[in-house]
């Protein structure tokens, strides 16, 4: 079956420095620096790093909302370029800060009723109350502002405000950033459940490895603009190949108090993206580098359900 979002060789820049640089082809940052993926239909696939990975980046240009984006996107098997303004409607961001992504001069109900308003479409009798109601809030909360609405209920309005105009795939950018624990479950099982009833496609940023394996069906972990390891989400967690991939679930949280797991500690910074180390990039802060990950980038490998960018990945290090 054909993906509904399939990603080919994806890079996305920003400009740096002056005019006469740019002119002489110079001054260019680039953020994505060539990344493949499939995303199915009804499918989660969460995107997962440090800070400044590329995350959101990413996602941004799956938008079309900024960058200098090259490699080809496609959506329901055709270039993205093609589907013109209807891709805006099929394609909805929940944005990190809910608060400030939202008017603080409309209500609720305006900022429900925008939407439509901006493809030109008619907002149906009770609209606002469907939508209000579908993510489990009260129609009377139509008239409020939001300032006046709590952390939790703003995400839920972004999530109404995403849903208005019956998008097939919605990123979610760190959709429970800033919110208590308990908010934070409610927020995932609703988008979970959002996704199983409305036929969705979820697209998660996040650095919150618990999210990852509460909704994502694959994962992506993201390092310097590339992905290092994709697979589905169990396989990745249960034996991870690439060495960042097994600091990142070495460092998450665990529930339980007794229990006690190796840690795997990464020397040094994360390199600048203006100079990128040679070989594989993540050489100068991996514990198991060695001279040909210093001259040499390493292949993409594929096993099963994942596949992973490591000359040495942790299993073979395993049974030296």
Same mark, same amino acid.
Do not use: W
């Given at each position: 079956?054909?993906?509904?979002?399939?990603?080919?060789?994806?890079?996305?820049?920003?400009?740096?420095?002056?005019?006469?640089?740019?002119?002489?082809?110079?001054?260019?940052?680039?953020?994505?620096?060539?990344?493949?993926?499939?995303? +199915?239909?009804?499918?989660?696939?969460?995107?997962?790093?440090?800070?400044?990975?590329?995350?959101?980046?990413?996602?941004?240009?799956?938008?079309?909302?900024?960058? %200098?984006?090259?490699?080809?996107?496609?959506?329901?098997?055709?270039?993205?370029?093609?589907?013109?303004?209807?891709?805006?409607?099929?394609?909805?961001?929940?944005?990190?800060?809910?608060?400030?992504?939202?008017?603080?001069?409309?209500?609720?109900? +305006?900022?429900?009723?925008?939407?439509?308003?901006?493809?030109?479409?008619?907002?149906?009798?009770?609209?606002?109350?469907?939508?209000?109601?579908?993510?489990?809030?009260?129609? +009377?909360?139509?008239?409020?502002?939001?300032?006046?609405?709590?952390?939790?209920?703003?995400?839920?309005?972004?999530?109404?405000?995403?849903?208005?105009?019956?998008?097939?795939?919605?990123?979610?950018?760190?959709?429970?950033?800033?919110?208590?624990?308990?908010?934070?479950?409610?927020?995932?099982?609703?988008?979970?459940?959002?996704?199983?009833?409305?036929?969705?496609?979820?697209?998660?940023?996040?650095?919150?490895?618990?999210?990852?394996?509460?909704?994502?069906?694959?994962?992506?972990?993201?390092?310097?603009?590339?992905?290092?390891?994709?697979?589905?989400?169990?396989?990745?967690?249960?034996?991870?190949?690439?060495?960042?991939? +097994?600091?990142?679930?070495?460092?998450?949280?665990?529930?339980?108090?007794?229990?006690?797991?190796?840690?795997?500690?990464?020397?040094?910074?994360?390199?600048?993206? %203006?100079?990128?180390?040679?070989?594989?990039?993540?050489?100068?802060?991996?514990?198991?580098?060695?001279?040909?990950?210093?001259?040499?980038?390493?292949?993409?490998?594929?096993?099963?359900?994942?596949?992973?960018?490591?000359?040495?990945?942790?299993?073979?290090?395993?049974?030296?």
């Amino acid at each position: 079956m054909t993906p509904l979002l399939s990603v080919r060789n994806l890079q996305v820049s920003y400009p740096t420095g002056g005019l006469l640089a740019r002119l002489r082809g110079q001054g260019e940052l680039k953020i994505v620096a060539g990344v493949d993926f499939d995303l +199915a239909r009804g499918e989660t696939l969460a995107l997962v790093g440090e800070s400044g990975s590329g995350k959101t980046t990413l996602a941004r240009a799956v938008a079309g909302l900024g960058g %200098t984006v090259s490699g080809q996107i496609g959506f329901d098997g055709a270039p993205l370029s093609a589907k013109g303004r209807q891709i805006r409607r099929d394609i909805a961001f929940i944005f990190q800060d809910a608060v400030s992504s939202l008017s603080p001069r409309f209500t609720v109900r +305006a900022l429900l009723r925008e939407p439509f308003a901006i493809h030109s479409l008619p907002c149906p009798e009770g609209e606002v109350e469907r939508l209000l109601t579908l993510v489990g809030l009260p129609a +009377a909360l139509a008239e409020r502002r939001p300032h006046e609405l709590s952390g939790g209920q703003a995400r839920r309005v972004g999530v109404a405000r995403a849903l208005a105009l019956k998008p097939r795939l919605v990123i979610a950018d760190e959709p429970t950033a800033g919110l208590d624990v308990s908010v934070q479950s409610e927020v995932l099982n609703l988008l979970n459940d959002l996704r199983v009833r409305l036929g969705l496609s979820l697209l998660i940023i996040t650095h919150n490895l618990n999210i990852v394996r509460h909704v994502a069906d694959r994962m992506a972990i993201m390092y310097l603009g590339r992905f290092v390891e994709t697979g589905a989400t169990a396989p990745v967690f249960a034996r991870p190949r690439h060495p960042y991939t +097994a600091a990142l679930l070495s460092a998450n949280p665990i529930i339980d108090p007794e229990a006690r797991r190796a840690r795997l500690h990464l020397e040094g910074e994360v390199p600048s993206l %203006t100079q990128r180390p040679q070989g594989c990039e993540f050489h100068s802060r991996c514990p198991f580098a060695r001279d040909l990950c210093r001259q040499t980038p390493p292949p993409r490998v594929t096993q099963g359900d994942v596949s992973y960018t490591c000359h040495f990945p942790i299993e073979a290090l395993r049974h030296d």
